[in-house]
């Protein structure tokens, strides 16, 4: 069966640094992935999607994630974060039965200081 | 062009009381996913309508869910005799090319 797992509950950083939040996968065959994010009081959006093209995925508002097999992960990760990035993150699987519905991650937190 | 719509925005019920939400899906998307997000919490997945028939209703949670779908369109989801444990943002998405677009939720509270 697939799953995901969000190694982090909460990241914090500061505007300007790193961001990097965790995810592994668990799926027996090749998986599709994606990443959304959820703002306060808004809709999802979709940031990006793995579906066995290249392995380095590009999103929007900068973000992007690899796709590593041999370690099962697929993390998210932008150079230098915005004020605007703080949000709740879900790393997500699509179940390959024809259905295509998703199997979310717990979600991370994530907190953006000046 | 317009997306995914849900009504009601919030709905607020008294325990037992039964509830109907709505989701219009975006025009032309056959396939259409209920899911529920409790507070804290990722989504958890509910039912998949592809067209109007629903090949996958493995997420509901007891039988006091239902959902149908008319006309490759309108998705309404109800729920019977509530219960506070129901207490959840309710999303909708429709789906087109692998990719699921959803709609902005709707927040039940059930006192």
Redesign the interface.
């Known amino acids: 069966a697939q799953s995901v797992t969000q190694l982090d509950s909460h990241v914090s950083v500061s505007e300007g640094t790193p961001v990097l939040l965790r995810c592994n996968y668990s799926s027996s065959y090749s998986p ?1 992935l994606f990443w ?1 994010v959820q703002h306060p009081n ?5 940031l990006l ?1 793995y ?1 066995s093209a290249a392995t380095l995925v590009k999103g929007i508002n900068g973000f992007e994630a690899e796709f590593k097999k041999s370690e099962t992960s697929f993390h998210l990760t932008k150079p230098s974060a915005h004020m605007s990035d703080a949000a709740e993150y ?1 790393c997500v699987v ?1 179940v390959g039965d024809g ?9 991370t937190r994530l907190q953006v200081f000046p | 062009g317009a997306g995914v719509s849900q009504s009601p925005s919030n709905k607020v019920t008294e325990k037992g009381k039964d509830v109907e939400l709505r989701c219009d899906p975006i025009s032309g998307h056959t ?1 259409l ?1 209920w ?1 529920r997000q409790r507070l ?6 509910l039912i ?1 309508f ?1 067209g109007n028939s629903a ?2 209703k493995s ?1 509901l949670p007891s039988d006091r869910f239902s959902a149908e779908r008319t006309g490759e369109s309108v998705s309404t989801l109800t729920i019977q005799r509530t219960q506070q444990e129901d207490s959840a943002v309710y ?1 909708c998405a429709s ?1 087109s090319v ?8 709707t927040r039940l509270t059930v006192l």
């Open positions: 599709s959304y808004k809709g999802l959006q979709l999607k579906t879900f699509s259905t295509d519905k998703l199997i979310f991650g717990t979600g | 396939a996913y899911y804290g919490q990722g989504l958890e997945f998949y592809q090949p996958d997420g999303l789906s692998n990719e699921q677009f959803f709609g902005p939720g």
